[in-house]
């Protein structure tokens, strides 16, 4: 079954028609950028806009940038406080007229690692980080789920970790690569206090660069980059509506 994969982000929502049986792009990733914070009206017309880029009909996936339980979307941290609430299934249906999936952006990147990418085969506690304009993460256990960790928003100095340590933190602040890694040593350091993963996938736009900082980074746990690059949140976001 082909299923088309909707990534929303801070700064862009990008999308292409998934192979989830290979988790392959059938086509080109559509992208459009969205420099100002969109209205949850005006994010339902931008995802129909990609849906009509490929004359869509059939079921919709949709990775979001928040807690999402069943349909509803519950936070939204670094999009519009509009989200917040929502039922996303009719939202996204009202503009597209298709059948709609949601999940957490991170929960989506997660499950394409773990299927085709870095993750694959791999057993016991596997912790994704994406690291962009906010910090997502999913947690498995064995290759199982466990659904809007939300580890970006563990305290830090009176606000989230995320607020430190995101992709967008080292640009804000203009920090060397050196000085960026000495945050996510200290972060990832709190992670595996607590969590004890095996594997640490570091995803997001920022992994591409990883030969930037990994040299860095100090983890107990073996400690490697994602592999599906950009189309992992599309990817995982069709696998998830394709159940
Ligand atoms: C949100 C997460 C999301 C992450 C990455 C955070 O601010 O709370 O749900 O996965 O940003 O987009």
Not at 135 to 146: K, T
Not at 151 to 170: N, T
Request: hydrophobic fraction near 45%.
């Amino acid at each position: 079954m082909n299923t088309l994969g909707i990534d929303i982000g801070g700064s862009a929502v990008k999308g292409a028609p998934v192979d989830i049986s290979t988790g392959r792009l059938l086509a080109e990733r559509f992208r459009i950028e969205t420099p100002v914070q969109l209205t949850p009206r005006a994010m339902a017309r931008t995802v129909a806009e990609i849906a009509s880029h490929f004359q869509w009909r059939g079921p919709i996936g949709i990775g979001f940038p928040g807690v999402v339980q069943g349909v509803t979307l519950c936070t939204a941290a670094n999009l519009h406080s509009g989200f917040v609430s929502c039922d996303a299934a009719k939202l996204f249906r009202e503009t597209t007229g298709c059948r709609v999936g949601i999940v957490n952006d991170a929960d989506a990147a997660g499950l394409a690692e773990m299927r085709f990418g870095a993750g694959r085969k791999a057993k016991g506690t596997v912790l994704l980080l994406t690291l962009g304009t906010g910090v997502g993460s999913a947690l498995f256990c064995n290759g199982v789920l466990w659904p809007n960790s939300e580890l970006g928003h563990l305290p830090y100095k009176g606000r989230s970790f995320e607020k430190y340590v995101a992709a967008s933190a080292r640009k804000r602040k203009a920090l060397t690569w050196a000085e960026w890694s000495v945050r996510l040593n200290s972060y990832l350091k709190v992670l595996e206090t607590v969590l004890w993963p095996e594997l640490i996938i570091i995803g997001g736009g920022v992994s591409a660069k990883h030969e930037k900082f990994f040299p860095f980074l100090k983890t107990r746990a073996k400690i490697v980059p994602a592999l599906m690059g950009n189309t992992a949140g599309i990817v995982g976001a069709a696998l998830n509506v394709a159940g």
